[in-house]
C-alpha cells in the first residue's frame, strides 16, 4: 500500500442525504482511516445536517475533515419558482470550506437555499454563490452538474462559458473539473469533454467517486433505500435507478487504477485537502444577551434583585419550617455567586422571562423537573415552584464551578399553548432585534430506521406480503433500542423463518444493511436554540414541511458548536389539569365557593394518598404506569416523600437490582 498514490476522497454521501446516502459517518471514516487515506469530505445533498457528526469522527479516526456540500443551483434565479421548459429543474455544484469564512459562507448558502430558494429542493443560485465565494472550493459534480449537462448534450460553447463563469465567481484556482468513472458509457463522454477544456482553460482536474454507501455489495441494500425514497419497489419499471453499482468508497488502490492515466486528478484531491484547513470551534458558548432595564448596571445585578424580591414574597405567601430565614439568605448568596462565576446570569434572566410571560398569559407551567429544581435562585423567580430547602436538594447538582456546564432547566408548559411561548420568545429574541426569525430556533432531529420497521418497509419493496413481514417484525422483542442483530441472536423462529424462506432471508439482509439510517428529518418535540445573532452564522437552518425554521445541527451538535438550548416541553397533563381546574371552578362559581387554587394545595391530603394505595393511579403523571401500579400497592404510600423515593428508584438501574423491593421492606420494618 505504500507505493499505492495518496488520494482523498471528496464527494461523499452519507446518511444524511435522506434516503440516498447509505453510509453511517463513523463507519466511513473507520474505512477511510484503514485504507491509510489522511483526509476525507462530506458532501451530502443540499445540507450539512451531518457536518458536526462527521468532523467528530474524522477526529477520533485521525482524518483531517473536509465540510463541504454539494449544492443544488437554480438554473436562473433562486426566486424563480416556475418549471423552465428545456432547463433541468437544479445543477449540482460540490463546494469545500477551506478555512472559517468559506464554512460561515457555507453555512449560509445551505441556510439560503432552504430559507429562500427552496422549490423541490433547497436551491441557491449563481448571485448569492458570488456573494458568499470567499474561502469555498468548487468541483464541476456528478453527471447533474451544469457543465457535464451542456457536454452531454454537445453543447461544448455552453460548458465553455459555463466553466469559465464558476473560474470566475469562485476565483482562480478555486474550481476544478470532476472526472468520476462508474463504467458510464456517457461518463467516459463527458470525462473527455472535461479533460479538453481543462486543457483549453487551464482549469485544474480532480478525481472523485460519488460514494453513496461502504462497498459494492452494499449496492442491492442501497437500491431498496432508494426503492424507499420513491414510495416504489424494486420490480417497478419506471423507478428512478442508478445505473451502477461503483457508488461506493473506493480504496486509493482503486482510485488509483481507475485514473492511472490522469495521475494529476489524483493528485489534485491531496492539494485540495491540503489547502482545507478549517477546524470546527467546539470549545466557545455564544450566550444569547438579555437587556437589563435601567438603573442596573450588569445582568448579575438585576438577577440579584429579581431573587431577592422573589424570596421575599415566596416566604411571606410560605413560612420557611424546617429553616430559618438566614438559611435562605445565605443558600441565594451561595447560588448567585456561581452563577455570576460561570457567567450565566443572562440564562437564568432568559428563563425567568418566558416563564412570567407564559404564567401572564395564563398559559399552564409545570413546578418543574430535573437537576434545576435544586436552585433557590430559580424558585425564587418562579421558575420552579419546589423550595429545594426542605428536600435538600443540591444546587451543585444543578450548576458546579468545578465542572461548568450550561445550565439544563426543562419547561414544562401546557400542550396546547406551548406554541405562545415559542412565538413569544422569537419575536423579542430575533424579530425585535431585527434578524428576522434566524436567531430563534427549534432543533431538528431524525427519525432513525428501526428494526421492526425497517423488516416492514424492506418487505414491501420486495412486495413480499404484508401479513408475511408483520409477522416477521412482531418476532422482534418489544424493547426500546434493540437491534435486528440482536433479535436475530435472541429469537429462534426469527432465525428460523430467515432460514426456510428465501424471500424473508433477503428481507433480513437487506434490513441489516439498511437498520439505523437516518429515514426523515422533524422537529424535535422541546429543543429551542436562542441566538445572540442570526443563527446561520453557527448552523445551517432547515425548514420543514409546516413552514418551521430549525437547525440543521441536532441536539448533541448545536450544544458542540456553542449553541444555548432551552427545553420547551408540551405537557399534556398540565392541559388536563387546566381543563379539570376550570371545570371545578366553574362548579364552585356556581355555588358560590372561592376559587381553587393550584398554589395552595397541599401535598398531605389523605384522599389523596388513599386512591394512591388502591392503585387508582390511570392518568397521573409519572405514576400511571402498570409497573409502578404494582410497587404502588406494594409501598402503600402515606407521605410526599414516600413518592419522591417510588418516583427516584423507578428506574432499570435499581429495578434490576431489587432495591426498590429492599426500599418496601424497610419501610414496612
Known sequence: MSDTPPFVHLHVHTQYSLLDGAMKVGEMCAAAAADGQTAAAITDHGNLFGAVDF??????????????????????????????????????????????????????????????????????????????????????????????????????????????????????????????????????????????????????????NDCHYLARETAPAHEILMCLQQSTTRSDPNRWRYATDALYFRSRAEMAELFADVPEALANTVAIAKRCTFELDTHHTYLPSFAIPAGFARPIDYLRHLAEAGLVQRLASRPPIRHPRADYERQLDHELAIIEQTGFPGYFLIVWDFV????????????????????????????????????????????????????????????????????????????????????????????????????????????????????LAKLVPNELGITLKEALEREPRLRELAKEDERIAEVVRYALDLEGLNRHASTHAAGVVIGDRPLREYTPLFVTPEGDVVTQYDKRFVEKVGLVKFDFLG?????????????????????????????????DDPATYELLCRGDNTGIFQLESSGIREYLLKLQPRRFEDIIALVALYRPGPLGSGMVEDFIDCKHG
Open 356 to 471: 412570567r410571560y407564559a404564567k401572564a398569559h395564563a398559559i399552564p407551567v409545570g413546578p418543574g423537573r430535573g437537576s434545576a429544581a435544586g436552585s433557590l435562585v430559580a424558585y425564587c423567580l418562579g421558575i420552579t415552584d419546589l423550595d429545594p430547602l426542605p428536600y435538600d436538594l443540591l444546587f451543585e447538582r444543578f450548576l458546579n464551578p468545578e465542572r461548568v456546564s450550561m445550565p439544563d432547566i426543562d419547561m414544562d408548559f401546557c400542550m396546547d399553548r406551548r406554541g405562545e411561548v415559542f412565538d413569544y420568545v422569537r419575536t423579542k429574541y430575533s424579530v425585535e432585534k431585527g434578524y428576522g426569525k434566524e436567531a430563534v430556533a427549534q432543533i431538528i432531529t431524525f427519525g432513525t430506521m428501526q428494526a421492526r420497521a425497517i423488516l416492514r418497509d424492506v418487505g414491501r419493496v420486495l412486495e413480499v406480503p404484508y401479513a408475511e413481514c408483520d409477522r
Open 571 to 603: 405537557l399534556k397533563t398540565l392541559t388536563v389539569i387546566d381543563q379539570a381546574v376550570k371545570l371545578a371552578n366553574e362548579e364552585r362559581h356556581a355555588t358560590g365557593v372561592p376559587p381553587l387554587v393550584l398554589a395552595d394545595l397541599t401535598l
Open 55 to 208: 468532523f467528530l469522527a474524522a477526529k477520533k479516526h485521525g482524518l483531517k475533515p473536509i465540510i463541504g456540500c454539494e449544492v443544488y443551483l437554480a438554473p436562473t434565479t433562486l426566486t424563480d419558482k416556475r418549471h423552465q421548459i428545456g432547463l433541468p429543474q437544479t445543477y449540482h455544484l460540490v463546494l469545500l470550506a477551506t478555512n472559517e469564512i468559506g464554512y460561515k459562507n457555507l453555512l449560509s448558502l445551505v441556510s439560503t437555499g432552504y430559507l429562500e430558494g427552496f422549490y423541490y429542493k433547497p436551491r441557491i443560485d449563481k448571485r448569492v454563490l458570488a456573494e458568499r465565494a470567499e474561502g469555498l472550493i468548487g468541483l464541476s459534480s456528478c453527471l447533474g452538474g451544469e457543465i457535464p449537462r451542456l457536454l452531454r448534450a454537445g453543447d461544448l460553447d455552453g460548458a465553455r462559458r459555463a466553466a469559465a463563469e464558476y473560474r470566475q465567481i469562485l476565483g482562480e484556482g478555486n474550481f476544478y473539473l470532476e472526472l468520476q468513472r462508474h463504467g458510464l458509457a456517457e461518463q467516459e463522454q463527458v470525462n473527455q469533454g472535461l479533460i479538453a477544456l481543462g486543457a483549453e482553460l487551464g482549469i485544474p482536474l480532480v478525481a472523485t
